[in-house]
C-alpha cells in the first residue's frame, strides 16, 4: 500500500540525544550477516558489536557498549544471538545502568529470533533484570511450533491492536495494506497480558512479536519470532518502529539553522511539530548535467528525473485519503536547475480543464500541478502553478507580481498526463546555492474529480510556511551525523541592549508570519531606531519583539516618553500622536499563530511574556501635529526580573507638510460596519471613528424593508428609513454609503412576508415598491443627503439564473427614479455579455479584481470600465486574516491607482455573523465554515484593530500619494519632473516585490519629493 506519510519515518528517525537522551543511533548487538535493515536510510546512525565482543567483554568493552546504548533510540539483538552473549551484556554494569537509562527514556530493546537453546540457557543475571523491571522473558515452553499443516506462515497487525502507532502510523500493517513478513513455524503462548501480541499469523493466532509498555516510565521491549525482519534493507515495520520511538522526542533543533534548544542535556532533531514531525525528502543531484541538453534529449523520458529522484505519492490535502487518480512526484537538481516532475494518473485525458491562457490567471481552475518552496526558515514563501495547457502561475509571498524565471513543459498521453518545471537555482537560492535543508511542497488540482491533493497536508489555496516538508540535499548519514556532530547550544543569549534571558529587537510592521515562535534572526539583535514617517492626516507604524529565553513569564512595564520634542522648545504629547498595542496570538485559519489583533496597551501599560515565547509591541503613530521631526525614548522595564535595568528604544517620528487630503481622492468601502453585530457590544461610533481614520469613507446601509408593514403597508415615517444614519451623522468628517445588497430580493421577501400575494413584477408589486422606494429617497434627501451621498447596490454577485429579471428590475427602477446612482458587484462567473445588458442601468461597477488582472479579456473589460461614469474593483477572500500583508492589503492602493480607478472596495471590515475571534463557530450549510474575521475583531467596547486593517491603510495612502505625485507633476519641471516619472514607474515596479523595506523607501522618497515641491 503506497502512502503519502511514507517519508513521515524519515523526519520521526532522525531523533539525536546525548548522554542522558535517545540518540540518533541504534546499537546492533551480534548480527548475523543476514542482518540488513538499512536504518542510515531512516537517518539513524549504526553502532554493532559481534557476539565475540558481547562474550569476552572487558572493561574497554563494556565501557564502549554502555556509552553506545546511552546514544541510542534503540538496542537491536541479531537472530539467535548466543546466550553467552547475553550473559556477558549483562555481566556489565556499563551496560545495564545504559538500558536503565534506555526504558526511562523511552527508548527499545528489541531481542530478535530466540532458539530453543538460547531460550534454555538465558542467564540468570539477564532473568533477573527483567524480573526487577517486570518485564517477561520467555523460556523454551513458551515457543511451541505450529502445526505440520500450518508449517511456515506470513504475520500481519493483530486487527485487535491496529490503534497502536506501532502497526499504523505512518504505514498501515494490516493484512490488506502490507505484504507482512514471513516467519518460521515458531511462536509465542502463555505469555501474560502485559505483553502485546503485535504480529500475528493466520486467524489471528500464532502470535510472532510481544510488545511491552511502559518499562521504567516510558520503555519498551519487543520479543519477536519474525525472523526475515531484520533481513529485509527496508520495510513498513521498520519505518513505524522509528517513528513510534521518535514520538517521545523533547527538544527541538532548527532544521534550517541547527539551532538547538536543551532539556536536560537532550538534543532531538524533530522537523515540525512534536511527535509527528512534518514528511522529510532527500535531495538527488546531477551537477554536472545541462538541463538545456536533457530537454533536447527528451527531458520526460530522462531517468535522472523519472527514476533517481525520490518519488512521493500525494494524498487529498485536507484528509489525506487517497485520491481518486495517483499522482507521483519528485523533486531534485539538475545541473543550475530545481525540477519538479509529476506523472498524473488521467483514464479520459480529453476531459482535462485547460482553459486558462494567460501568464499569472487562475490557473488553479485548470487541471494542474503547483510547488511551494520556502528556501530557508522564515524566508520568502516561492509558489508556481503549471496547468495542463501549459499557463503558469508565479508568486513569491503571495505577491503575484512577481515573474521569476522558470522553464516548464506538460505533455498529455492517453492515460496520464506529465510536468516537468524547472526553476533556477540562483532564482530561489542565494547565490545558487542549495542550502543543506529547505522547505516545498508538490500538489495537483483535479478538476473533473474537483480533488486538490498534496505531499504536505495541508496545502491551502493560499501557500504557508506551515504547509512544507522539509527537503535535505544531505543523505540521510550526512543529516544524521551533522546534528549528531553539532553541540546542543542554548538559545540566543542577551543583547547588548537587552536584560537577562529576553531579546528585544525590531521587524518591520508589514513583515508577514511574526508570531509566537518568532526567533531573532542571528546573535545579539538590537531594537535600533524606530522611525517613523508620517504624511499630516495620516499615519506610520513599527514593531517591537520580545522573546523570552527562561522558564517563566516576563512582564515589562512599557514607559513611553511623555513628550516628544521637536526641537525649539516645541513638542507634543506622545499619546496625542501614537497608540500603543500589543499583538494578540490567534490560530488563524491556516491554523498558524499570528499576531493578527491588536489589542491596544491597558492602563496599565505591561507587556505579558511567556515563557519561551515571543510578544509584540505596536506603535502607531498619526500626523496630528505641525510639520518637523518629534523624539523621545520609549522604555521597556522587566518588572518581574532582579535586574530591573530598562531597556531603551529611541523614538524618531517624522510628520512631513504633505497633507493627506479630505475628502479622499478616491472612495475606500470595505463592506461595513455590519452594524447589526455591534450594539450589543457597545461602540458602533467607535466603529465609524476608526474605519474614517484608516482611510474608509464609505458606509454600508441596510435596505429599510423594516418600513414595510403587515398589508403590504410602506411606511410613511421617514425614520423607518433611516436606519444607521443617525449613527453616521454623528461624525463630520466626509463620508457616503452602499445599500447593499440585493435590492429587489430583499424588497420581493419582505413584500410578501407582509401579505403581499401578488406576483413579482406585476402592476401592484410595481405601485408597492414605487411608494416604498420614493419615501425611501425623501427621507434621504430630508436628511440632507443627495443622489452624490450615496449608491443603491441592485445585486451582488448576480447568478447566471437571474441575470434575465435583474435587467428588467434595473429598467424599472431607472425608469421611476433616473438620478438615483446604482452599483452592481461582477462575480469571475459573470460574462461580457451580463455587463453589456446591464450597463443602460448602472452607474458604478464593483468588478471582482482578478476579472481585470488574470484573464484573457482582463484588457478588455479595463477599457470599459475606464469608459464608464466610476468603478471599484473589490475583493474578497474569505479567509482574511491570512491574505498577504503585502500583496493583498498595501499593495491596493498602488494596483488600483495604476487601473485607473474612482474607488477601492475590500470586503470586509467587521463580522456579519458568529464571533470574529473563533475561526470555526460558524458552519456553512453545505460543509465547511465561514471564516469571518474582517478588518476588526469585536471587542467589548468598540472594534479591536489588525494588522490587516493598518496595512489597508498604509495602501491607502500610497494611492494618495501617487495621486498627488501626479498633481504636483504639472507644476514640476526639469530634474522634479524626473524624480516624480521615477517614483512613479518605481511604485509599479514594487508590485513585483514583497519587501516592506523597499516599499517603505519608496514611500519616504515621495513624502520628502512631495515636501520639496510644496
Not at 510547488?371 to 520568502?380: A, C, F, N, Q, T
Not at 482574511?880 to 494596483?895: C, N
Not at 478588518?935 to 490587516?948: I, N, T
Request: charged content about 20%; hydrophobic content about 40%.
Amino acid at each position: 500500500m503506497s502512502m503519502l506519510l511514507k517519508p513521515t519515518l524519515l523526519v520521526l528517525a532522525l531523533v539525536l540525544f546525548t548522554q542522558a537522551a535517545l540518540a540518533g543511533q541504534v546499537t546492533i548487538l551480534a548480527p548475523r550477516e543476514d542482518t540488513r535493515v538499512d536504518f542510515e536510510r531512516l537517518g539513524l546512525r549504526v553502532n554493532t558489536y559481534t557476539a565475540e565482543q558481547l562474550t569476552t567483554m572487558d572493561t574497554q568493552t563494556a565501557i564502549a557498549v554502555g556509552q553506545s546504548i546511552d546514544e541510542s533510540i534503540l538496542v537491536l539483538t541479531g537472530a539467535i544471538m548466543p546466550a553467552e552473549a547475553f550473559e556477558g551484556l549483562f555481566n556489565a554494569d556499563p551496560a545495564r545502568a545504559a538500558f536503565d537509562d534506555l526504558f526511562r527514556r523511552g527508548g527499545m530493546f528489541y531481542i530478535g529470533q530466540l532458539n530453543g537453546a538460547t531460550l534454555n540457557n538465558l542467564p540468570a543475571v539477564m532473568r533477573d533484570y527483567f524480573e526487577e523491571h517486570d518485564v517477561f522473558l520467555p523460556t523454551a515452553p513458551n515457543r511451541p511450533s505450529a502445526s505440520s499443516s500450518i508449517g511456515n506462515f506470513t504475520a500481519y497487525a493483530n486487527p485487535d491492536l491496529l490503534d497502536l502507532p506501532l502497526l499504523s502510523q505512518p504505514n498501515s500493517l494490516a493484512e490488506e495494506d502490507w505484504s507482512g513478513v514471513e516467519s518460521n513455524a515458531f511462536y509465542w503462548r502463555n505469555f501474560p497480558d502485559k505483553a502485546l501480541p503485535v504480529l500475528v499469523g493466520p486467524d489471528n493466532e500464532y502470535p510472532v512479536m510481544l510488545l511491552q509498555e511502559g518499562i521504567f516510565g516510558d520503555g519498551k521491549v519487543i520479543i519477536s519470532q519474525a525472523r526475515h525482519l531484520t533481513r529485509v534493507a527496508r520495510s513498513p515495520f521498520w519505518e513505524n518502529l522509528i517513528a513510534y520511538l521518535g514520538g517521545s522526542a523533547a527538544a527541538q533543533v532548527d532544521p534550517a539553522t541547527g539551532a538547538a534548544g536543551t532539556s536536560g542535556g537532550a538534543t532531538t532533531l524533530a522537523l515540525g511539530s512534536a511527535g509527528a514531525g512534518k514528511p522529510l525528502m532527500f535531495l538527488e543531484t546531477f551537477e554536472d548535467a545541462s538541463f538545456e541538453d536533457i530537454a533536447e534529449a527528451d527531458l520526460f523520458n530522462d531517468p535522472k528525473i523519472w527514476e533517481a529522484f525520490e518519488t512521493v505519492e500525494l494524498r487529498i490535502h485536507d484528509t489525506g485519503d487517497e485520491p481518486t487518480k495517483t499522482t507521483q512526484a519528485r523533486l531534485g537538481v539538475i545541473g543550475q536547475y530545481l525540477v519538479a516532475a509529476f506523472h498524473n494518473e488521467e483514464p479520459n485525458p480529453d476531459d482535462l480543464v485547460k482553459n486558462v491562457t494567460v501568464r499569472d490567471g487562475q490557473a488553479w481552475t485548470d487541471d494542474s500541478v503547483e510547488l511551494v518552496l520556502v528556501p530557508e526558515e522564515g524566508g520568502s514563501v516561492y509558489h508556481w502553478i503549471l496547468s495542463a495547457g501549459g499557463a503558469i502561475y508565479d508568486a513569491r509571498d503571495r505577491v503575484a507580481g512577481w515573474d521569476g524565471e522558470s522553464t516548464s513543459d506538460v505533455r498529455i498521453g492517453s492515460d496520464s498526463w506529465q510536468a516537468v518545471l524547472a526553476v533556477p537555482l540562483t532564482e530561489v537560492f542565494e547565490g545558487g546555492e542549495v542550502p543543506e535543508m529547505f522547505f516545498a511542497n508538490l500538489a495537483r488540482n483535479d478538476r473533473n474529480s474537483e480533488e486538490t491533493s498534496s505531499w504536505v497536508a495541508p496545502i491551502h489555496v493560499i501557500p504557508t510556511p506551515e504547509s512544507v516538508g522539509h527537503i535535505s540535499r544531505l543523505s540521510p548519514r550526512e543529516l544524521a551525523s551533522r546534528l549528531v556532530d553539532r553541540p546542543a547550544t542554548a538559545s540566543a543569549g542577551p543583547a547588548a541592549a537587552t536584560g537577562e534571558g529576553f531579546d528585544i529587537w525590531q521587524v518591520s510592521a508589514w513583515e508577514d508570519g511574526v508570531g509566537l515562535t518568532t526567533r531573532p534572526r542571528g546573535d545579539n539583535p538590537e531594537p535600533g531606531t524606530l522611525e517613523l514617517h508620517v504624511p499630516g492626516g495620516g499615519s506610520d507604524a513599527a514593531a517591537l519583539l520580545v522573546r523570552n529565553h527562561g522558564p517563566d513569564t516576563l512582564v515589562f512595564k512599557v514607559n513611553p516618553p511623555v513628550k516628544l520634542n521637536a526641537g525649539g522648545g516645541r513638542s507634543v504629547r506622545f499619546y496625542d500622536l501614537a497608540t500603543l498595542y500589543q499583538g494578540v496570538p490567534r490560530l488563524s485559519s491556516y491554523e498558524t499563530l499570528d499576531f493578527d489583533p491588536l489589542g491596544a496597551i491597558g492602563i496599565n501599560g505591561v507587556l505579558t511574556v511567556g515563557s519561551g515565547e515571543t510578544a509584540k509591541l505596536w506603535v502607531d503613530v498619526a500626523g496630528k501635529a505641525p510639520a518637523g521631526r518629534y523624539r523621545g525614548e520609549l522604555q521597556l522595564l522587566p518588572i518581574t526580573l532582579r535586574d530591573q535595568t530598562p531597556v531603551s528604544v529611541p523614538i524618531d517620528v517624522r510628520i512631513y507638510d504633505v497633507e493627506i487630503p479630505s475628502p479622499l481622492p478616491m472612495h475606500v468601502y470595505t463592506f461595513g460596519p455590519y452594524m447589526g453585530a455591534l450594539y450589543d457590544y457597545g461602540g458602533p461610533l467607535d466603529y465609524v471613528k476608526l474605519m474614517l481614520d484608516s482611510h474608509i469613507n464609505v458606509f454600508h446601509v441596510s435596505y429599510p424593508v423594516g418600513a414595510i408593514k403587515d398589508g403590504p403597508v410602506m411606511s410613511s415615517d421617514p425614520a423607518d428609513y433611516l436606519t444607521n444614519h443617525a449613527v453616521y451623522m454623528r461624525e463630520d468628517r466626509p463620508m457616503k454609503f452602499v445599500y447593499d445588497y440585493h435590492l429587489f430580493t430583499h424588497f420581493d421577501t419582505a413584500l410578501k412576508e407582509a401579505g403581499f400575494e401578488g406576483e413579482t413584477m406585476d402592476d401592484e408589486w410595481q405601485a408597492h415598491f414605487r411608494e416604498w422606494f420614493g419615501n425611501f429617497m425623501d427621507a434621504l434627501k430630508g436628511h440632507g443627503l443627495t443622489y452624490d451621498d450615496f449608491w443603491i447596490q441592485i445585486e451582488d454577485e448576480p447568478r447566471l439564473p437571474r441575470m434575465p429579471d435583474l435587467v428588467k428590475e434595473a429598467a424599472m427602477l431607472k425608469e421611476y427614479f433616473p438620478d438615483v446612482q446604482t452599483t452592481v458587484t461582477m462575480a469571475p462567473w459573470n460574462t461580457a455579455e451580463h455587463i453589456a445588458s446591464l450597463e443602460p442601468y448602472v452607474d458604478m461597477w464593483m468588478p471582482e479584481r482578478r476579472r481585470l488582472t488574470m484573464r484573457e479579456e482582463a484588457a478588455d473589460e479595463l477599457a470599459f470600465y475606464n469608459t464608464q461614469d466610476a468603478f471599484w474593483p473589490f475583493l474578497c477572500a474569505t479567509r482574511m486574516d491570512m491574505q498577504s500583508l503585502i500583496g493583498y492589503y498595501r499593495h491596493r492602493g498602488i494596483q488600483d491607482y495604476h487601473l485607473g480607478v474612482d474607488g477601492i472596495a475590500l470586503w470586509a471590515f467587521n463580522s456579519w455573523t458568529g464571533d470574529s475571534w473563533a475561526q470555526w463557530d460558524s458552519p456553512r450549510p453545505g460543509g465547511g465554515y465561514r471564516f469571518n474575521e474582517g478588518l476588526a475583531y469585536r471587542g467589548e467596547g468598540g472594534p479591536v484593530p489588525s494588522k490587516r486593517l493598518f496595512a489597508f491603510r498604509a495602501g491607502m495612502e500610497d494611492y494618495v500619494l501617487l495621486h498627488l505625485l501626479a498633481e504636483a507633476k504639472s507644476n514640476a519641471s526639469g530634474a522634479n519632473g524626473t524624480r516624480i516619472d521615477a517614483l512613479k514607474s518605481q511604485a509599479e515596479t514594487l508590485l513585483g516585490s514583497s519587501s516592506p523595506a523597499e516599499l517603505e523607501q519608496w514611500r519616504r522618497d515621495a513624502l520628502a519629493l512631495l515636501e520639496t515641491l510644496q
